[in-house]
């Protein structure tokens, strides 16, 4: 491997471009000690003596623990070091050693046997590169603010979803993407989501929602993963805060920030620290420096050929996830209502009139309306919005949850070829224990409720130009900031109907760039680079949004103002300008 010249580290010339165009070349070069970190190992692999020492570049063991930065850079907190325990699609359970010199990774042990976790089907081992970020430290003597329980004495766990699988041992620089929060037998155990810098698809995420779009499906299957990889062993299914939500990256680094805290509690003895090794290498001023004692109880090298794996471990676990209605109470009735409706009955468009050229270049008009549901039962509840024509409608939300007492809008846009008979199908169903499920996506969760506890509710479309029975309407009848108080040639209708079209036609843009972006693809080598076409498509649709979002109905009233005035009266189109922004300001005022 050819090494870094510019710094000296050893990472190769590839490596070090594409970390530094995320976080700078300065950051890698002063961490260019992650880079040569090398693994002393001793022992026999799948044996009880095995472990593997962290050393730096001077060939010094240290702790993964108490002496790896967790900071390359401090000023930016969204990157970090982040050591690999257990690499990708394998099942020892490995982890560092909390009470042994220098923190060693070992293989963890229960009742004097080697600790492997269970293959759940289909996954073989663990779903992605799992580890901990160091100089951190879940205090088990606090509670923690957003869970409400203790944490569980160890560093802050990480899940590396990059498309490499590492090595045991291994230091990566990595960036925080969001978290999950897993209650763990009554302790709360974090798993912050990372990407390593070097992975090709690191450029593309940089936040939860980005993982999301560019892997679909890893989210959901990481819950259900840890919610249910101890039930093979006897445990119960473990549960999450904030029902299992993932959060975003401004929440994890904060929950990151407060682990990093709690650790230089520890590691400068403000803390009891129990059983946990605290000797350090690099924190000088800490009580628990290194000793030339210390020193000399840490072994040197004695590599030895791993030992068979029983096949025991190597067979799937298949989990029964239960019937549909042992998730109700026994003789469970639906009640009369879940939701409260409003409209009830007909759901009424107002139609935009999207005539004039200056707001509509052809093609299909549009309108909109709005329609509420008030959860009125004593339990969460889900809903699904289904409609006739679904090529013709856009539903936001199209489905969702609600609590007791909530009240959830949907907003709806039609196109003048939908038809009048079209109707609209709101299929609402109770959560009662699903709560406890909330491991799973959405449409998993839903699926669970029986056919016969499913309320459905149902709306036909009706078309209008006016009123306010659950409309989204513009009044004409003065007022200031209202639409028809603006003085101008413009009809309000027209800019109700600038609005309607600047808003969906933004809207059905976003989607389309959500839909180029999907298009390309991802694989566990990460994302393909779009084509030209795509990106053609995608820049295109970009700047399509910009347009329309910057269009505002001062805009439009200018426009019109210019055409009379110019068509009129031959007015130099700067003074025209001038004359509607006026115009424009006295409308408003009076």
């Known amino acids: 491997m050819t090494g870094c010249s510019s710094c000296s580290c050893s990472a190769s010339r590839a490596q070090h471009s594409s970390v530094a165009a995320a976080v ?23 044996s009880l003596e095995y472990r593997l020492f962290l050393e730096n570049s001077a060939g010094k063991v240290i702790s993964p623990f108490h002496d790896i930065p967790l900071y390359p850079n ?31 990774i070992k293989q963890d042990v229960k009742k004097g046997a080697l600790r492997f976790v269970k293959n759940i089907f289909p996954y073989t081992g663990y779903p992605w590169n799992y580890g901990a970020l160091p100089q951190t430290w879940e205090d088990p003597h606090q509670e923690d603010h957003s869970t409400g329980l203790n944490g569980d004495n160890d560093p802050i766990d990480a899940i590396e979803v990059g498309g490499t699988v590492a090595t045991s041992g291994s230091v990566k620089v990595v960036k925080i993407l969001g978290c999950l929060a897993l209650l763990d037998e009554g302790e709360t155990d ?5 990407i390593d810098l070097a992975d090709p698809l690191a450029e593309k995420l940089n936040d939860i929602t980005d993982l999301e779009e560019h892997c679909p499906g890893l989210i959901d299957a990481t819950r259900q993963w840890f919610k249910c990889y101890k039930i093979p062993d006897g445990k119960p299914a473990n549960a999450f805060a904030f029902d299992g939500q993932v959060r975003d990256r401004a929440f994890a680094i904060k929950i990151v920030e407060e682990t990093a805290t709690a650790w230089k509690r520890l590691i400068t003895a403000q803390v009891p620290k129990g059983e946990i090794s605290c000797v350090t290498r690099t924190q000088i001023d800490s009580p628990f420096a290194l000793t030339a004692e210390d020193e000399a109880k ?52 107002v139609e935009a009139d999207m005539s004039n050229p200056q707001i509509h270049s052809g093609g299909s008009a549009l309108a909109q309306a709005l329609f509420t549901m008030k959860n009125v039962s004593n339990t969460a509840v889900l809903f699904k919005v289904q409609t006739t024509s679904p090529l013709h409608y856009r539903v936001k939300p199209s489905h969702g949850r609600i609590e007791t007492g909530e009240t959830k809008e949907v907003n709806i846009t039609m196109s003048s070829d939908s038809k009048k008979s079209d109707k609209f199908l709101i299929n609402v169903v109770p959560t009662f224990q699903l709560e406890e499920n909330s491991g799973l996506d959405f449409n998993s969760q839903f699926n669970l409720v029986p056919e016969t506890f499913i309320k459905k509710y149902r709306l036909k479309c009706v078309t209008g130009s006016g009123g306010n029975s659950g409309l989204l309407t513009a009044t004409n009848n003065g007022g200031s900031g209202s639409v028809g108080s603006i003085s101008s040639p413009v009809a309000p209708s027209l800019l109700v109907g600038h609005d309607s079209m ?58 019109e103002w210019k055409n009379v005035l110019s068509a009129q009266y031959g007015v130099p189109p700067v003074l025209v300008l001038l004359v509607a922004i006026f115009a424009f300001m006295v409308g408003l005022l009076f």
């Open 298 to 349: 840490i072994p040197s090298e004695n590599v030895k050929e791993p030992l068979a794996v029983d096949p025991v471990h190597t067979q799937w676990s298949f989990i029964n996830y239960g019937n549909k209605t042992d998730l109700f109470p026994e003789n469970y009735v639906p009640t009369d209502e879940l939701i409260e409706l409003s409209p009830e009955n007909e759901l009424k468009f």
């Open 74 to 104: 401090p000023a930016d907190k969204s990157i970090v070091n982040f050591f690999i325990e257990i690499p990708r699609w394998t099942n020892a359970k490995m982890e560092i050693c909390k009470e042994e010199l220098m923190n060693p």
């Open 502 to 559: 600047t808003s969906v036609t933004s809207g059905i843009y976003e989607e389309k760039e959500k839909s180029v972006i999907s298009s390309v693809g991802c694989s566990s080598a990460g994302i393909n680079s779009p084509s030209v076409t795509l990106q053609k498509e995608l820049k295109d649709a970009r700047a399509e949004i910009d347009r329309l979002k910057g269009l505002t109905k001062m805009d439009l009233v200018a426009k």
């Open 190 to 194: 974090w798993k912050i989501f990372v």
């Open 24 to 46: 700078g070349a300065s950051v890698l070069c002063a961490a260019k000690e992650t880079e040569t970190y090398s693994v002393r190992q001793v022992g026999s692999a799948n």
